[in-house]
């Protein structure tokens, strides 16, 4: 029956994912803002040194859009049961205000059994979806974790390129400190040749 449920569950996250748009989650754009502003920071780093993030790049984008997909159906899921949530203790409070106007005794009795089991079969329901709901958060967890280590992987390869960049630098001051030994030099030159 679990299982069954879960599926169930999953359709319905899967459906709500592809025909209606997901709602606004601040958990959501929370995770979008902090990856935009870490690939903003990485390219940035790129354009002053220039390095292959190779495999691990190629694996860090995977599972970064991975975690994001997961982290967007996820939200729509725990939306999805608060609705459903909400929506039958709507449904069960009117049909518990409305017995009370049964003129006829025996129907009101079995209207109010059939409200009690509703009611159980419901409250059961939602501990069965919560229950599916607690187990997805440890596969984001883990996965926020994987690519949280592919991340900081790809800096440690991209800072390795910084010695090579400061070879560069050193390289180019070199450069200019000897045009500029030169041009003291024709300076001196020249200075010399006005005062004869």
């Known amino acids: 029956m679990k299982h069954l449920l879960v599926c169930t569950l999953a359709v319905f996250v899967l459906s709500a994912c592809q025909h209606a748009p997901p709602p606004t989650v601040q958990t959501s754009s929370k995770v979008g803002s902090i990856q935009k502003q870490y690939d903003g920071a990485l390219d940035a780093f790129r354009k002053v040194v220039a390095f292959d993030g190779g495999d691990i790049e190629k694996r860090y984008r995977a599972a970064k859009q991975s975690y994001e997909r997961g982290a967007i159906k996820a939200e729509s899921a725990n939306?999805?049961?608060?609705?459903?949530?909400?929506?039958?203790?709507?449904?069960?409070?009117?049909?518990?205000?409305?017995?009370?106007?049964?003129?006829?005794?025996?129907?009101?009795?079995?209207?109010?059994?059939?409200?009690?089991?509703?009611?159980?079969?419901?409250?059961?329901?939602?501990?069965?979806?919560?229950?599916?709901?607690?187990?997805?958060?440890?596969?984001?967890?883990?996965?926020?974790?994987?690519?949280?280590?592919?991340?900081?992987?790809?800096?440690?390869?991209?800072?390795?390129?910084?010695?090579?960049?400061?070879?560069?630098?050193?390289?180019?001051?070199?450069?200019?400190?000897e045009s500029i030994d030169k041009a003291i030099e024709r300076a001196d030159s020249f200075l010399e040749n006005l005062d004869q």
Do not use: C
Request: net charge negative.
């Open 79 to 177: 939306h999805l049961i608060r609705r459903i949530d909400d929506s039958a203790k709507q449904v069960l409070a009117e049909w518990e205000s409305e017995i009370k106007d049964y003129s006829d005794r025996a129907r009101q009795q079995d209207s109010r059994a059939r409200l009690d089991a509703a009611r159980a079969h419901h409250e059961k329901t939602m501990s069965e979806l919560r229950e599916a709901q607690s187990a997805m958060q440890p596969v984001l967890t883990q996965m926020r974790d994987l690519v949280l280590y592919l991340r900081h992987r790809l800096n440690e390869i991209a800072l390795r390129g910084v010695p090579a960049r400061a070879n560069e630098v050193e390289s180019d001051v070199a450069e200019y400190l």
